[in-house]
T-cell receptor, first 112, second 113 residues
Framework: GENVEQHPSTLSVQEGDSAVIKCTYS??????FPWYKQELGKRPQLIID?????GEKKDQRIAVTLNKTAKHFSLHITETQPEDSAVYFC???????????FGKGTLLTVNP | NAGVTQTPKFQVLKTGQSMTLQCAQD?????MSWYRQDPGMGLRLIHY???????DQGEVPNGYNVSRSTTEDFPLRLLSAAPSQTSVYFC????????????FGQGTRLTVV
């Protein structure tokens, strides 16, 4: 089955800096890659996603890039703010099944 | 529009007891799934369903049963609770199996003593 590796597990940045979280996946047939943000004690919520036929997608301060050949995708957050502090999960959906497999998460702390 | 509703929010069980975690969605979503979240382990898929009457196993199905008799409901049954099942459980639903957002319920924090 699909295996999703996420790095780093923790990331601490100063307010205004950029943050990058990287994920790799194992199933070359995977075709959908969402990113979720989970604040403490809350449910995960989608922040951005990308399909396998797209290399990059941007939404204000958030961007995701996908390299299908290398089977990795990354989340980029620019001009970080304290409210960006949360756990971020990457995920991959297999092409031949409907399972959404998550990485283990990255705890992002933005220091004022 | 309630979205995805899970009950209960908190539960304490004794080892060997059984219980059902309820999940309901009012968005007419085809796809529903159950995850468990443990510290440092991310979200692990327990069972999922691509439509009424259809269920399949995820990554960690042992000790859990599901059924999908209606589009709206997807209950998760713990057959004989074990301390290893202490976790936070999330139900999620998506409009389809295609490239669509998964909406999560608020979670159920289960402790097995």
């Amino acid at each position: 089955g699909e295996n999703v590796e996420q790095h780093p597990s923790t990331l601490s940045v100063q307010e205004g800096d950029s943050a990058v979280i990287k994920c790799t996946y194992s199933d070359s047939a995977s075709n959908y890659f969402p990113w979720y943000k989970q604040e403490l004690g809350k449910r995960p919520q989608l922040i951005i996603d990308i399909r396998s036929n797209v290399g990059e997608k941007k939404d204000q301060r958030i961007a995701v890039t996908l390299n299908k050949t290398a089977k990795h995708f990354s989340l980029h957050i620019t001009e970080t703010q304290p409210e960006d502090s949360a756990v971020y999960f990457c995920a991959a959906r297999g092409g031949s099944n409907y399972k959404l497999t998550f990485g283990k998460g990255t705890l992002l702390t933005v220091n004022p | 529009n309630a979205g995805v509703t899970q009950t209960p929010k908190f539960q304490v069980l004794k080892t060997g007891q059984s219980m059902t975690l309820q999940c309901a969605q009012d968005m007419n979503h085809e796809y529903m799934s159950w995850y468990r979240q443990d510290p440092g382990m991310g979200l692990r898929l327990i069972h999922y369903s691509v439509g009424a009457g259809i269920t399949d196993q995820g990554e960690v199905p042992n000790g859990y049963n599901v059924s999908r008799s209606t589009t709206e409901d997807f209950p998760l049954r713990l057959l004989s609770a074990a301390p290893s099942q202490t976790s936070v459980y999330f139900c999620a639903s998506s409009y389809s199996t295609d490239y669509t957002e998964a909406f999560f319920g608020q979670g159920t924090r289960l402790t097995v003593v």
